[in-house]
Every structure is written in C-alpha cells, then in structure tokens.
C-alpha cells in the first residue's frame, strides 16, 4: 500500500508520526509492505507554498492508494475574516477533488471510560452509532459572496437527488450488516434541501425493505443524542448538520481525542481524526494520538485487512483499559509513550 | 395589559391554559387587568382557514401589547415533503412580521433536578447561560428553490451588517447585566456569513469594552456546551446554529419542558416555550406546563412587572422542589394539577 502522509497543523504533525509507527508495526508483523510519502497541507501549507493545498500534495494523493490526515487549523487566520487564503480551504478542496462525497464517523462508548464522561455511565452504556455524513456539497460548497459594500454576506446550500442518493445507499448497505436502522436528520419543516433528502431517502428506502428509516429535525437529534444515545444505529445527514452533531456525539465516547473518521468515494478514501488541529497542544505531547491510530485501523479496514485492523483496535482498547493514555481519558500518559505502547503491543 | 393568546398545535392548547391561569392569579393578586384574545395559528389555523397564520390572527398579534405563543407542528405535515402548505409557515412569518429579531433562551441548571439529568451533577452544578438566537433572517429566510425537474434544491443563507448588530447590541447590553461574557458561535472558516458576523460583532464590542467576547465554531460549541456548560454566560449566534444549540442545552436545565423564551423586536414581543407541539403527548395530560409558564414570566419582565415575575418564578422553583411536576422530571402529576398548584401559589 502507498499511504499518502498529511499531517497538517497544531498536533496533527505529532499524532501523525503514533500512527505512521503504528501501522509500520502492522506492516512488520502481517508481513505487509506500507510505503509512506508525506506532504504539507493547512496553514504548513500555506508556510512552505502559499498553497493550503500545494499541488504536489494533490498529486501525491492521486497517486496513493489512501491518504493518512492529520489535523487542519491555525487560530492566527480565524480571528481574521478578510483573510482570503484559510488552511480549511485545503481540507475542503482535498475532500472534493478526491470526491471523498462520505465522511463516516463511528461513535461508541468504551466500558472502561463510562465513569470519564460527563454523561452518567448508565445513559451511554452500551451506545453504539455510525454517522454518515455527506461531505463534498451542501452550505460547505455553495456559492458564497460579500456585497461590494461588505454590508451583506450570502452562503448558499444545494444538494442534487444524485449527491443524496450516492450517500444514502452506502449508508443503507452498512445499516444492514448493523442494527438495521437509519435516522435521517433534517429540517424538512424548513429547508428545501432537507425536503429533497427526506423524499430521496424514503424513495431508496424501498430498496431495503430489512432496513428501518426514521426522522428526527436536527435542533431535536441534538438532544436525543444527549439523552438517549442508545437508541441510534446509523445516523444519515448532510454535510453542517453532520459537522455539528458529530462533534457533540464524540461526548458519547468519552473524548473528541478517540474518534476516528474515513472518508470515501468512488476512487479515493481519506482516513482522518474527528478532533482538529487543537493549537493549544500543539509540540506539548498531550494530545491523544489514538482518534489518529484508530483511523489508520479504518485505513486497513477498507483494504480489507480485517485481522490487521483487529489488531490494532485491540491494542487501543486495552490500553484505554490499563489507563496508558493521555490526559484526556484520565491517563498520565504522553503522546508518544501511547504509540510506544501500541506499537509494541502490536508488533 | 392586552395579551394574545396562541395556542396553536399538539400540547400547545392544554399547556397554554395553565399559563392564562396563572396571570390571571397574577393579575388578581397584584391587582392588574390582563385581557386575554386566543387565535389560531398552525396546523389549527390550516384546519379553520387554510392558512397556518390567518390575517385574523396577525391582526389581534399587532394589536396587542404582546403575544403568548404555545406550540406549532403536526407530523401529517413532516412526511409530506411536497406539501405546500405547513404549521411551521405561521411561526416564521409571524416572527418575521412581527420584527422579532431576537429570541432570548435563559437555560440553568436547577438545583432540585441536578440529579434528574443525563448529565454529571456536578459537570453542570450553577450552570447558568442565556442563548441569543437570531431569529428573523439567515436561512430560515433565505430564498429557496426547487429545481424544475425536482432533481436539485437551493436554500440561501443571507444575513446584513444591520440585521447583526441589531441582535448583538441587545446581547452586549444584557451580558453587561450578567457576568459579562459573550461567546460568538459561527462557522467563520467556512461560511462568509460567519465571517460578517465574526467582524461585526468584533467591532462593536469596542463599544461595551467592560464585555469579554470569544469565539466558538459551531461544531465545537455543540461539544463545550455539553463538556463544560458552566464556561457560558452569553451565547450569541445565527437563526439556524441557535436553534440546534438551544435545544441541545435544554439538557442542562434537565428538561425541554422547563425552557422558556422571548422573541423581542423593536415593536412587537412574543413569549414562547422552546419545546414544539410534541403530538405523541397531545391530550393525555402529561406536558410540562412549565415552559409556558416560565414564558409567561418572561413577559411580565418585558414589561416591568418585576415583582409579578417572581411572583410566578418562585412558585415554579417551589414546585419543582416539592415534586409537584409533571413526570419529564420526575414527578406524578398531571399538566393541570402542576397548573392548579402554581395557581395556588401565586394567588
Ligand atoms: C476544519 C473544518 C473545515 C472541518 C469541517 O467543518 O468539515 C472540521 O470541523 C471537520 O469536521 O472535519
Ligand atoms: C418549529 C420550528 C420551525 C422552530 C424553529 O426551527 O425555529 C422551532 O424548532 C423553534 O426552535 O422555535
């Protein structure tokens, strides 16, 4: 496999060199062989070639089986809106010249980390869900404008019945090897876009007959992810609504820093932590490197490597069980000590 | 004082009746004259007119001193994407006619309920935030469109320099009064709209320079508020992200049947529960009353009657204490009796 390397900003750089080891580990003891190029993206991007999405990076993902991403971000371009040059436009080109149209981010609560969340143990026990999110259109891809004046401001969100359907079947097909159950959440009572979903989807639905569709307005999936966890398999939405109740879902899990995406289409698939670039952190060795080596193990799910992906999941959960981790989780561990870890216990 | 009534759908009729009794407890008691005109908005004001808001009932809206709003939404409508006409219809063009451009959501954490939350008790002990919620443009109002052939939709986010400041002059000014923090939440490393209300708002807090302001992006505000709600006093946000927000943080205060809210403009006032029509619940007795009472609370403050509002605040607190509640919060009782008993109180 050629794994394409971006580690990006803050701390995506130091979780991007746990998982790299990781997956070296992974190589040696299956016997495989990985070849790893990297290349800078984000603000690193910016930096090196005024580019948040340097053409060699570009190419360098084309040319690679997957791509291995680290984190994306830098606070000094947020405080400033008239930037014109963001390291997120490197993210959001990347994922739309890759056509990576679905973001999946699996949440599930660790039974050794239910007394670490702020939800009371007996809410999440047992909570395990899938989000689908759709992630290359909707308010993210639409045309966007200033008045000339800079008096006025205007973003715009389309979804086409191909950019739902595409999405919508992929998510169908894995609610079936799950718990047979998709929730599409929308605000149909308000937005065009919404309606087309529900109708789309309900339309596909007929094409799964074992597979249960139901429907929630966004603003109360916000809360019943809170509330009642458990009653989510798969979770179907469009691309803000899918950044925004992924990110509050990660509470379920017990920290942002366990959370692990990939982001596929028809060609290419991208494997990415939910948590970002985290600045704060950064070159502290605090960060918790594990939402990172998780998404390697997706990685080396989607190349069918089940027993490798197996084996580094297994890793991670007993790590997480022995308490060597970071400090988000409770542990007094570094960065680097945790993939040390890791690393040998999956060599 | 000239009160319209609007109960609309679901459980909006029967908690609306509580909260007419208990003013009228508090007119009787502080010897004022409340007149109280219902209409109908909503799937109501479908069945008797055709439309969600009949000229009727915006008519007794505009001449009146403010409005007491129930509940809107009927799931006949949500599965029928196509329908042109819905319940939701009535809420928004009355907000908008109206001019209410900003809705207030106070949310705390009761100390009687600390143990009835999802939550850690002590994660959200003394929470105690208000959610300014711009209610009158972005892309509840944005031009829409479905395509001819029905195979693409556009919904349009717009919001102007005015339409910002408007809100965020009332949010400073409140902030002055708390602890004087306000958290802007947006989504400003991808939305332009996001970033006018970034350099908006970061203008104009020179003017309240006794005000903190920080900066959230959506997807992490919906995790912080969860994580470590005591870190808010103001939130300030856009249509869309504070409807999300604000019923996500409903979990703090322990039920969505305790959070009230005041849709003010320059004008016109509107008092109304955060919770929808819930029709699962509709005639069964079982609502939270308390919401709407709270509501009610809120427009006795509008207009001064400071007195009158705790009047109604404290024997809401009593009676949470005592238990004298509805079961969304643990207690045995019926809509009505919660109501009997508050009515008790305030007499
Ligand atoms: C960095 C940002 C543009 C990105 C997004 O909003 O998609 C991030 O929050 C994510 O969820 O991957
Ligand atoms: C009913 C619906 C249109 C409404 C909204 O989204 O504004 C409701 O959810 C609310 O928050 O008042």
Known sequence: LNIAVLPGDGIGPEIMQQSVKVLEAVAERFQHEFRFESSPVGAAGIEETGDPLPEATLELCKKSDAVLFGAIGDPKYDNHPEAKI????????????LGLFANIRPIKAYKSLLEHSPLRPERIEAADMVIYRELTSGIYYGERSLSEDEKSATD?????????????????????KRRKKVTLVDKANVLETSRLWRKTVTRLAKDYPDVDLDFLFVDNAAMQLILNPRQFDLILTENMFGDILSDEASIIGGSIGLLASASVGTTYSLFEPIHGSYPQAAGKGIANPVASILSAAMLLEHFNLTKEAQAVIDAVELSIKLQISTSDIGGGHTTKSVGDFLESLVL
Chains 1, 2 share one sequence.
């Open 86 to 97: 963001r390291p997120e436009q490197g993210l959001l080109r990347l994922r739309k010249e």
């Open 156 to 176: 715009t969100c389309t979804y086409t019945v191909e950019e739902i359907e595409r999405i919508a079947h992929l998510a169908f097909k894995s609610a079936q």
